[in-house]
């Protein structure tokens, strides 16, 4: 049994709803997280938790209900009032200064810091202050020099640093391996059993609400669809929540299809993106029918991959080929081999946002004929729009027409359109990055349902990502990408998560 600790405050949001004109973000939401409970806030993109969490914080005031603190009313006037209550956040992307050490960006962070400061006292008390947490980081080092683990537990120990008792973690483990994401996470649990800390965590991943929080709470469009303890729900009930029982499907299955090896690269060198380093790789496979999934924690040259296979990055030396031919990324070669490309963030690197959906869906192959080889010289805006409206139907995409601006569909609807226009017609090989990032729950299954559909097909599947659930769920095979080469390779049926975050972090 849990002894909960009087510096643990019970933090409840009462029947609070938040309007911006006609629209209602939040509607008379209640959400208590006990003193010293793990309490997990779940719900698509849209679904009101960031809306919830910055009234909470004070970043915007609740049109209506209310804010407990220990059972008392608490109006906060604005993030800097919630600190000074107590109440502190971890935000997904870090907020640390890069060039500071851990102690300079700690004290920095406290209110009234002396014009002159005297560090001998400082660290001094900062040492204290470290022997009395579960976890420390090096306090003289630059957070630049910092793995992102360290970096993540500092945020947290800065928030301590400054008295935070309630705390708000929003998808702390988006940048962490699996091994760093548990132990941050199991530091963290722990401060919540001793009743020294309550938490409020915004995820969605299922494994690690399962794994450390009590409680949980589910948001579907701005209301509150679900709540109850972790240990009594499955992840089929909480996605079901989630998304709607009428919404929920299987994932798409796997079908045995695999064929000759198509995309190839052999002994590949290109500058990195600071010019310093070299992308070494030395070979790169994938075959017909199959999903190789190059996992690895951002900034490993990942996203020079992309643009190596997309033709935005020169090679130095090496060659790639596709079927045994060279292959050069000319637009000639990639119509020649069926070759098609879905970047990360389409909407800025795989469309024109002010032109209209139905002229982005062609702009493959808005020049050639109805016969696929003849050139046009002037467009067929018929034939474009009538196309457009096949691929929108066939790939739900959502838009109010074809002849709407792509930039005003939300982001699911963008890589939809963008994954309509690439796998249209005849396709051999597939390179995809980060193809569900920022998307909700519903959007993410669909899209990668249709990139295992065209694995099943016979495509050759390249998929980069920084998710490692997503490399695990779609992969027949995984590479992990480290230091701008390839260090390990395994098949994704049976493979470890931990060995992969430890290959990724770069202990080989």
Request: aromatic letters at 4%.
């Amino acid at each position: 049994m849990t002894v909960v600790h009087p510096m643990a405050p019970c933090v409840e949001a009462v029947s609070m709803t938040m309007r911006f004109g006609d629209f209602t973000a939040l509607d008379h939401v209640t959400m208590k997280v006990a003193p010293g409970s793990f309490h997990a806030l779940l719900g698509e993109n849209g679904a009101g938790k960031s809306t919830l969490v910055k009234c909470i914080m004070g970043f915007y005031h609740a049109t209506s209900g209310g804010l407990l603190v220990d059972g008392r009313e608490a109006r906060i006037k604005d993030p800097s009032d919630a600190q000074a209550k107590g109440l502190g956040m971890v935000y997904q992307h870090f907020t640390l200064v890069p060039s500071l050490t851990a102690a300079e960006n700690l004290v920095i962070s406290r209110k009234g810091s002396a014009a002159v400061i005297n560090w001998h006292r400082e660290l001094a008390e900062l040492e204290a202050f470290m022997a009395s947490m579960p976890f420390r980081v090096p306090l003289k080092r630059p957070v630049s020099q910092l793995a992102a683990g360290e970096k993540q537990k500092l945020e947290i120990l800065k928030q301590l640093y400054l008295g935070s008792r309630f705390l708000i973690l929003d998808e702390p483990t988006s940048v962490l391996t699996p091994d760093e994401a548990d132990e941050v996470l199991g530091h963290v649990r722990s401060l919540t059993d001793s009743g020294r800390l309550s938490v409020l965590m915004i995820s969605h991943k299922f494994r690690e609400v399962r794994a450390f929080s009590d409680e949980v709470t589910i948001l579907r469009h701005g209301r509150l669809v679900g709540k109850g303890k972790v240990a009594d729900l499955s992840d089929a009930d909480m996605a079901a929540m989630m998304m709607g029982k009428s919404e929920t499907a299987a994932p798409a299955a796997r079908v045995k299809t695999l064929g000759g090896e198509t995309l190839r690269l052999d002994n590949v060198r290109a500058h990195d993106r600071s010019g310093l380093k070299q992308i070494a790789l030395d070979t790169l496979s994938v075959r017909a029918g199959e999903i190789a999934g190059v996992a690895g924690i951002s900034g490993n040259g990942q996203v020079e991959l992309m643009e190596i296979l997309t033709g935005q990055r020169r090679i130095l030396s090496g060659q790639m080929t596709i079927a045994g031919q060279p292959y050069t990324v000319k637009r000639s070669e990639a119509r020649q081999h069926r070759v098609r490309y879905l970047p990360e963030e389409p909407l800025q690197n795989a469309c024109a946002p002010h032109m209209t959906v139905a002229d982005n869906l062609a702009l493959r192959d808005f020049d050639m004929g109805a016969d696929g080889t003849s050139r046009r010289f002037w467009l067929n805006r018929k034939r474009i729009e009538a196309r457009a409206k096949e691929l929108i139907n066939a790939f739900d995409i959502r838009t109010r027409s074809p002849r709407s601006q792509i930039r005003d569909l939300s982001g699911g609807n963008v890589q939809r359109a963008a994954l309509a226009r690439e796998l249209s017609g005849e396709v051999s090989v597939l390179v995809v990055a980060n193809p569900c990032f920022g998307l909700d729950f519903s959007a993410a299954r669909g899209i990668r349902d249709r990139i295992m559909q065209a694995r099943n097909e016979g495509v050759a599947v390249l998929l980069i990502s920084e998710d490692l659930d997503e490399i695990l769920e779609l992969s027949d095979r995984v590479l992990v990408m480290s230091d701008g080469q390839i260090t390990h390779e395994c098949a994704a049926n049976g493979a470890d998560p931990a060995e992969l975050g430890r290959y990724m972090a770069g202990h080989h």
